[in-house]
T-cell receptor, first 115, second 109 residues
Framework: ETGVTQTPRHLVMGMTNKKSLKCEQH?????MYWYKQSAKKPLELMFV???????ENNSVPSRFSPECPNSSHLFLHLHTLQPEDSALYLC??????????????FGPGTRLTVT | GQNIDQPTEMTATEGAIVQINCTYQ??????LFWYQQHAGEAPTFLSY????GLEEKGRFSSFLSRSKGYSYLLLKELQMKDSASYLC??????????FGTGTRLQVFP
């Protein structure tokens, strides 16, 4: 039990579809993240939210649109995706404290396949 | 540029010791993390190093040399359940985590 949940766990969508990924954290953290994990590639940071404000957009195409309505929930809205967007999308959260070792806690991910 | 290098795959035998190396070149350094990720599951935190030296936590230890841009994760008394990917990540000067591609470890009986 990591305290970070993601739904759905698996998603298959066509290039013209619109779908949303959901992430929820039950850890009282103030920072949330979206990562993309493709086969044989490093985890790529996509977006960062601190206290519901977006602080990082790592050159992500506009077909990915994040939303953070509160510190516990994070969404990733998807539209007109490309087959190369197929990957595992991981959500993470972390506390924002003065401690150095504030590790990130990851959710199980959504396995996305774009057909 | 930012670069984290670690071996792609390693194999070892149950009960043995294995060392997974990680070298990094990043924009600043605010700590190095090791995560374990089983297939289809979330990465889970294993260790954190910010000062040079060895951090021991049960069967797992992690070492850091900042001057060499080098870390290793040492796994002792290997068990079958240790078969997983091990991710090395460095927190840079902006506090972003930069990940390596991960090392897939297979433990055989």
């Amino acid at each position: 039990e990591t305290g970070v949940t993601q739904t759905p766990r698996h998603l298959v969508m066509g290039m013209t579809n619109k779908k949303s990924l959901k992430c929820e954290q039950h850890l009282g953290h103030n920072a949330m993240y979206w990562y993309k994990q493709s086969a044989k590639k490093p985890l790529e940071l996509m977006f960062v939210y601190n206290f519901k404000e977006q602080t990082e957009n790592n050159s992500v195409p506009s077909r990915f649109s994040p939303e953070c309505p509160n510190s516990s929930h994070l969404f990733l809205h998807l539209h007109t995706l490309q087959p190369e967007d197929s990957a595992l999308y991981l959500c993470a959260s972390s506390p924002l404290t003065s401690q150095d070792s504030y590790e990130q806690y990851f959710g199980p991910g959504t396995r996305l396949t774009v057909t | 540029g930012q670069n984290i290098d670690q071996p792609t795959e390693m194999t070892a035998t149950e009960g043995a010791i294995v060392q997974i190396n990680c070298t990094y070149q990043t924009s600043g350094f605010n700590g190095l993390f090791w995560y374990q990720q089983h297939a289809g599951e979330a990465p889970t935190f294993l260790s954190y190093n910010v000062l040079d030296g060895l951090e021991e936590k049960g069967r797992f230890s992690s070492f850091l040399s900042r001057s060499k841009g080098y870390s290793y994760l040492l796994l002792k008394e290997l068990q079958m359940k240790d078969s997983a990917s091990y991710l090395c990540a460095v927190r840079d000067h902006t506090d972003k985590l930069i990940f390596g591609t991960g090392t897939r470890l297979q433990v055989f009986p």
